[in-house]
């Protein structure tokens, strides 16, 4: 028999959860996803299990995300059903991770995106090394910041969440902490060791003993630029502050922007302001009632996924609207709750 997508496992006094679709960078699956409950209910209660310990099976990836191929297939041939199943599971499985009450520790040795960081960034400690590449690319494939990430980015340093939400920055280990993604850098060649600490002492305060000192992050110079930039009000706004600094990193984000789906970035944008003042259950139910919006009823949807993931590198033909000055404010607006 094959291996399961999700192995649950209990060592010394840990609950140990492998993510094991290394060939499709251990994507989320609704099994998978139903797994995490799973483990979740047996273990929150547990007084045996100290913590949790997540990792990636393959060597390449943490967890690149949500099977959002199959989404797209599942909106393509008109089933409601098992896009809301995907979704509400899913979200269910960030707050129960944010309200597991112990120690949920990501070991991230490789790519993690969407999904995976809704995974991570609502417990911890959350540890990357030098191999880590975080990101939330939605707005590439017209979605917007969601499994709960509506609620942790607007919490990050002024300008940052709106930076990693609307541009889909890679942040390589050292930056994610610096960011704010991640809470521990530890070196690749010391996850080993650490993981067998976490297994004998349920200690999730040894992680301290492994992490290394964090060098100078490589956006440290535009730190001041992500202040000004993108706390702008609207994502023109953000554009026009970009192109008053002038610079060479400030004319590459613009690019950036201008690539991306105009609807997603404005759904994205307003998503983090109100984020801001909810609770992380308030912005898991305004995530799951925008699915319906961007999944079934715009286009952008499928297009971005077919142009990144299923063409992979293929441009889209067309946004729509094409331009972000075509956006219809009051679109948008209609869009959420």
Same mark, same amino acid.
């Given at each position: 028999?094959?291996?399961?997508?999700?192995?649950?496992?209990?060592?010394?006094?840990?609950?140990?959860?492998?993510?094991?679709?290394?060939?499709?960078?251990?994507?989320?699956?609704?099994?998978?996803?139903?797994?995490?409950?799973?483990?979740?209910?047996?273990?929150?209660?547990?007084?045996?299990?100290?913590?949790?310990?997540?990792?990636?099976?393959?060597?390449? &990836?943490?967890?690149?995300? %949500? /099977?959002?191929?199959? $989404?797209?297939?599942? #909106?393509?041939?008109?089933?409601? =059903? !098992?896009?809301?199943?995907?979704?509400?599971?899913?979200?269910?499985?960030?707050?129960?991770?944010?309200?597991?009450?112990?120690?949920?520790?990501?070991?991230?040795?490789?790519?993690?995106?969407?999904?995976?960081?809704?995974?991570?960034?609502?417990?911890?400690?959350?540890?990357?090394?030098?191999?880590?590449?975080?990101?939330?690319?939605?707005?590439?494939?017209?979605?917007?910041?969601?499994?709960?990430?509506?609620?942790?980015?607007?919490?990050?340093?002024?300008?940052?969440?709106?930076?990693?939400?609307?541009?889909?920055?890679?942040?390589?280990?050292?930056?994610?902490?610096?960011?704010?993604?991640?809470?521990?850098?530890?070196?690749?060649?010391?996850?080993?060791?650490?993981?067998? &600490?976490?297994?004998?002492? %349920? /200690?999730?305060?040894? $992680?301290?003993?492994? #992490?290394?000192?964090?060098?100078? =992050? !490589?956006?440290?110079?535009?730190?001041?630029?992500?202040?000004?930039?993108?706390?702008?009000?609207?994502?023109?706004?953000?554009?026009?502050?970009?192109?008053?600094?002038?610079?060479?990193?400030?004319?590459?984000?613009?690019?950036?922007?201008?690539?991306?789906?105009?609807?997603?970035?404005?759904?994205?944008?307003?998503?983090?302001?109100?984020?801001?003042?909810?609770?992380?259950?308030?912005?898991?139910?305004?995530?799951?009632?925008?699915?319906?919006?961007?999944?079934?009823?715009?286009?952008?949807?499928?297009?971005?996924?077919?142009?990144?993931?299923?063409?992979?590198?293929?441009?889209?033909?067309?946004?729509?609207?094409?331009?972000?000055?075509?956006?219809?404010?009051?679109?948008?607006?209609?869009?959420?709750?």
């Amino acid at each position: 028999m094959s291996e399961p997508d999700l192995i649950l496992a209990r060592e010394g006094a840990a609950g140990t959860l492998l993510m094991n679709r290394p060939k499709a960078l251990n994507a989320l699956t609704t099994q998978m996803i139903r797994d995490f409950q799973r483990a979740i209910d047996q273990w929150k209660d547990d007084p045996s299990v100290k913590l949790v310990i997540l990792e990636g099976a393959g060597g390449r &990836a943490f967890c690149a995300g %949500g /099977d959002v191929r199959a $989404v797209r297939q599942a #909106a393509i041939d008109g089933d409601r =059903a !098992s896009v809301a199943a995907f979704f509400t599971e899913e979200y269910a499985v960030n707050e129960g991770i944010a309200n597991f009450g112990k120690p949920w520790l990501s070991l991230m040795d490789g790519v993690c995106m969407g999904g995976g960081i809704g995974l991570s960034v609502h417990n911890g400690p959350r540890v990357v090394t030098e191999n880590a590449m975080l990101a939330m690319p939605e707005t590439a494939i017209a979605l917007f910041p969601d499994v709960g990430t509506s609620y942790s980015l607007p919490r990050l340093a002024p300008g940052f969440g709106n930076w990693i939400a609307l541009t889909g920055v890679r942040l390589r280990g050292v930056d994610a902490v610096h960011a704010g993604l991640a809470s521990h850098f530890v070196p690749a060649s010391s996850l080993p060791a650490l993981r067998a &600490a976490l297994v004998e002492t %349920g /200690d999730a305060a040894v $992680v301290e003993r492994f #992490a290394a000192s964090l060098p100078v =992050a !490589s956006f440290d110079a535009e730190r001041g630029a992500i202040a000004r930039c993108f706390t702008q009000p609207s994502v023109l706004g953000i554009i026009a502050a970009l192109q008053a600094e002038g610079t060479e990193w400030a004319a590459a984000q613009v690019a950036t922007l201008r690539r991306m789906s105009p609807t997603s970035m404005c759904v994205s944008l307003e998503l983090l302001r109100r984020g801001a003042t909810m609770s992380l259950r308030e912005c898991l139910d305004e995530e799951l009632h925008l699915t319906v919006s961007c999944v079934h009823e715009h286009p952008d949807f499928r297009e971005g996924v077919r142009s990144v993931l299923v063409d992979k590198g293929n441009p889209p033909a067309s946004w729509q609207p094409a331009t972000l000055e075509e956006v219809d404010a009051a679109a948008i607006l209609r869009m959420f709750r």
